[in-house]
């Protein structure tokens, strides 16, 4: 779609726009793919740049498929991509121009569709999340507003050394830009699930065929219990649980300080051995989480990583404790927190292990749907009816929740702003107000009302302390909602391609009896897919389960941290107000 | 100006338009004046129905002038009236074109006038504060927001039975409405101060004459008393002091139910015995204290009298309580408590009784200016200098307060309206938010939540409390600073009209030289102007101890009472959030 310019010695590919280039490995991460022109070169491509066409060629990543499944995949697998000039749609091309599951899932999960926008195809929903459920777009947060979205974004500079690799973040940047302030979520709406359901169709789309008709799933190495305990199927939570602290932003640079980058320390409590990471290693950490585990554990975004020069403090402790939340949120859960790429985000131990297991995670054939593969439910197999039942429980809920969520953070948004905004002006002129007409008073030059009248500027006074305490209490505490809230949020925002990826695998299973009657595929194949679909749903109880323990304990934790500091709010009030009333003389 | 047919049988003169009357006596009270059309015949006509024009006749009001004195009143008294077809300007052509002492006041007193606009002429200042003091047009008072004031005045119906000396308010009624919401200040402005200064030139403006340069006062019967106390000059104090109370509005009508009209009960707390009065009537008191002690006792006008038909309650209980504040203001001061029309007012026995001191009142002539002349200071006679000093320093303050009390109202209603508008509406959301959050994570089907969820709601339902708590609260607290700084607002909006009366004599007093020079005045009779400038100086500084002390008193007693009541507020929504903080599992 674009001109791209290889830099030299970096293993990248020149290719001109309207040029088409075969995709030899369509994710080599952090927004790159690597192909080869049609003088046979190879080299790395920003996935931005280019525009997947379909082919017949073969998914060079699909293995062990069946003959059905090969069938499903022989449209897609193996793109073609061209690089031509028409911009702006190369993903929802792909998504939904091109992928038959696009198509398929639209037609096939109509009941689900129905419910209501929320519910819609996953494709659809993903992007529909991108206008409509765009946290900041609705809601401003209290950082949000202290600097204006705007072009000058120190980030590219601090973050993004490599202007190639930023590419597809830049992209995402400039959408939400154009429908205001871009928060995390926007990037979870439009880039998280997308990523792996669009731009990487050799893993997440037809790795649903792949996982349900494999004839035999490689016993992986990495294996993710399920068992059922007291609420039902449950992740195995590790013995001893571990967070991760967040500190010292410090300014880094390179390039001859030509380039700047802010770099955190992370402090896991269970080694104590702290190791450095900049937003850009966050965000590859996010981006290889969601490929894997996305189709079963929904992964919050990032906070926006997008930063106004003139707030920068300010922001950058208010992004420290998104990251905070979000690294602690990832401590929390059984399988990221054990999972081997989550460890060696946290446990490396130099640059060169670092990068090793950086390639290896990125190397990583067990992502999408396929991660299923390692899971092994302790549990006798489900119906299909009772799958689906459980399925749709989890969608209702989780769209009533996100509706609830919604809900609270408009208001809470609303309020934030009176009591930032005209509230405490009002008690900062009803001050000014009752100081003036002190003032009038001391001047009548009648006797025996000095008492009067300083009371009265001190009453005065205590309203201007009042405006000062109303406009400083939403940080005390509506803030803690508003983040519990928004992360909730986030979480929600995933629910929809989980719940879309469960119910495309009932549907596959649905219509798995046409396939063995016309010999597509063999009975023992459909009862394969039934028990994996059963799978796929004690994943999704026992994720559940987390969740909504999780829930529980967020929420008690944040409702309580409000309610204390609103009465102590209230209190610290009314004993200033009792505190001027006493100053005024009896008469 | 109007054709006015009169009714049989009530003394009542028809008049056409154009056509000229003489007027024999231009205030018998209620709007009305008596007059001789050209064939000799007499009778009563509506004051607003009538436009005044000069006359070279005999003021047959003046009496015991100086030369000097007749000859200013000889352009002004004995006026005739014409009833032309000009509408809108009956008052303003009185006041401000065919008087010269408005003209003479424009011009002499023009270092006061250069203040600013509130303390401009005083004809000017009170047409001006019609539009930009009125209070409501400012203030929508709260129970003024709870029905629009609409053209739907049951009002007329229930206290104007006789439509024609209604006129009067209807044209100030009508003004006002174009301008806005209207109540009582707008009238204040309008028509209090204007009635005695206009409407009876011979009453008011000639007065000063007449007070300043008469020979000798005649020793009237009624003597207002001012000596020095240690707060300097003051009335005295009535030994024993009483209130009124106000109560038991009830619906009488009269001409066989065609017209209803509201009757209030007044029970002076010293005799015990109660009288009743319609609005009318108190109207009619305020009117004539307006016109008797005016130019030295400010009069705070009478609550709004309009009322819609859709709150009729809530309107008669707030004007009741206004009529209250009111009759309890005027039962406070020394003169007016103690004066021979109040007195009259309430202790009337009978109908005869009442009627026959209403036509004594309506005839009394110390009215006006000469209202000065039942003033006899014991204290040393004052200087010219001292007296424009003390008169300066009062308008400089009455101004200053006026500024405040309305910096306060202002600020007043913007916080009555958030109070009791968006802020409880947004923290019923908040309630609304918490408990859809309950509800939705009741269907979670997790088990061990219901504390939670139940604690949810309950905190969810604790806002909607502090919602209605919100929205009442102004009327606990807010109402009455509202009520004394607008009581107070009407106080001071007399203020102009007074300082102008004493800034006139002081001038008249300065010129006064010249007429000694030219023998218009002789020596003794400047010596008396001298004397009865400082007379009215003792009165004002009385007033204004007596008004200090009592504004002291007020506004120590409203802002203690309105802190409080926020005091209390507050630690009420802190113990119920308290409460519903308990509410919710320790976990």
Redesign the interface.
Known sequence: MYDFAAEPGNNELTVNEGEIITITNPDVGGGWLEGRNSKGERGLVPTDYVEILPSDGKDPFSCGNSVADQAFLDSLSASTAQANSSAANSNNQVSSGNDPWSAWSASKSGNWDSTDGWGAKPEGAAAQRNTSNNWDTAFGHPQAYQGPATGDDDEWDEDWDDPKSAAPYFKDSEAAEAGGAQRGNSRAGSSSMKLPLNKFPGFAKPGMEQYLLAKQLAKPKERIPIIVG??GPMWVYPTSTFDCVVADPRKGSKMYGLKSYIEYQLTPTNTNRSVNHRYKHFDWLYERLLVKFGSAIPIPSLPDKQVTGRFEEEFIKMRMERLQAWMTRMCRHPVISESELFQQFLNFRDEKEWKSGKRKAEKDELVGVMIFSTMEPEAPDLDLIEIEQKCD?VG??TK??D???K??LT??Q??WK?CTG??PK?YQ??G???Q??A???S???????TD?NA??TE?GKTYEEIAGLVAEQPKKDLHFLMECNHEYKGFLGCFPDIIGAHKGAIEKVKESDKLVATSKITPQDKQNMVKRVGTMSYALQAEM?HF??N???D???V??LY??Q??QF??T??EK??Q??GR??V?
Request: proline share 3%; no cysteine.
């Open positions: 007291d609420y429980a209702k809920f009533a929740m509706d609830g969520v809900e609270l208001v809470g609303e309020h009176r005209p509230l009002e002129k009803i000014k107000a009752l003036s007409l003032t009038v008073f001047s009548s030059g009648y006797q025996g009302e009067l009371a009265i009453a389960n909504h323990s829930r529980i304990y929420y008690n934790s409702i309580r309610l204390e609103q009465v209230y209190e009030i009314a107000l009792r001027a009333l005024f003389p008469m």
